[in-house]
């Protein structure tokens, strides 16, 4: 079954394959680097970006049951799936890190999840690192009025939504050398070197803090296909401290890139990633007459 297979989804027209355009950067030229931007972003207006590609498959896979998936108050995969209940009639049920939020005014984020109609429910930061525990999830879930309905993970990352990602590398097939972008989870990157083309490589950006990631991305491409897929790597020093952290430095570099090229730059990820293939682009970790693909995984909010 593909991810078009579930009622409604195809009615949703995403724009598959996403554009692919050639940004001329003399930053880049210089050292004889060709970028080319995979704009995931243009996917469709509300499922955005890689959200599209590790959604469609578990909102296959939930044959019409609620999802339920679990994020932070500014996550945004929680949205994407809020968006994906309106728009198909499903249900949907957010578990929310932070009890404290709870009882509260909503922050832009999860009001916007709210008003797409997910249910909200809030969870002390201790029981929520826990859920991947049977016993923590089925207690939460059942807290949650949500024992019946399909659980898709933090960052809407298993074995389906790796899967479905594959897609991304297979629809650069001959176009990129190195195909750049940001992790959070890392299920994109490890569905994405899946379907990259022999002597194609990889190279993810982590946003998130902790060196964790390289585990993640084995253990998500183990369950996905069976064991390790594709040539891929990550370069740990562009977080900026951690999600969600930025730095005037940053922020000034995404400014300029807007203006330069008219591109609409995510902060959370994206940014990230553009701003670590310059760094990298200026110490010669590209060989000349390298087409290096950064993927535009989504854009800003609201
Ligand atoms: C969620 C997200 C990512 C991270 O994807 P993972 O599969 O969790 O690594 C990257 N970019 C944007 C814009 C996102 O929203």
């Not at 997910?118 to 525990?133: A, C, E, G, N, Q």
């Not at 562009?238 to 609409?264: I, K, M, N, V």
């Not at 670590?276 to 007459?289: C, H, I, Y």
Request: glycine content about 12%.
């Amino acid at each position: 079954m593909t991810s078009t297979d579930a009622p409604g989804i195809a009615a949703l027209s995403p724009r598959l394959p996403s554009p692919l355009q050639e940004v001329v950067d003399d930053r880049f030229e210089r050292h004889g680097v060709r970028l080319l931007l995979k704009r995931d972003d243009l996917i469709h207006p509300e499922l955005v970006g890689n959200k599209w590609r590790k959604l469609a498959p578990n909102l296959a896979a939930a044959d019409g049951r609620a999802v339920v998936t679990f994020g932070g108050a500014y996550s945004n995969h929680l949205r994407a799936t809020a968006a994906a209940g309106r728009l198909l009639g499903l249900s949907t049920v957010g578990v929310v890190r932070g009890q404290e939020l709870a009882g509260r005014p909503l922050n832009p984020s999860l009001a916007r999840c709210a008003a797409d109609g997910m249910r909200l429910h809030f969870v002390d930061r201790s029981t929520y690192r826990r859920k991947s525990d049977p016993g923590t999830l089925a207690a939460v879930l059942r807290a949650a009025g949500a024992e019946d309905a399909h659980v898709v993970p933090e960052g809407g990352s298993n074995a389906a939504a790796v899967r479905g990602c594959r897609a991304l590398g297979e629809e650069l097939d001959g176009r990129a050398d190195v195909v750049a972008l940001a992790c959070g989870t890392g299920g994109t990157l490890a569905g994405l070197a899946a379907g990259l083309a022999p002597g194609r490589r990889a190279l993810g950006i982590p946003v998130l803090k902790g060196g964790f990631l390289t585990g993640d991305i084995r253990r998500l491409q183990e369950e996905a296909f069976g064991g390790p897929r594709g040539a891929w790597s990550l370069d740990d020093r562009f977080h900026f401290g951690g999600y969600a952290r930025t730095a005037p430095e940053l922020e000034s570099f995404a400014e300029d890139f807007e203006q330069r090229h008219g591109l609409p730059v995510e902060r959370l990820y994206v940014a990230k990633m553009l701003y670590g293939l310059l760094v990298l682009t200026r110490e010669g970790a590209f060989a000349r007459g390298t087409t290096l693909a950064a993927v535009v995984t989504g854009r800003p909010f609201p």
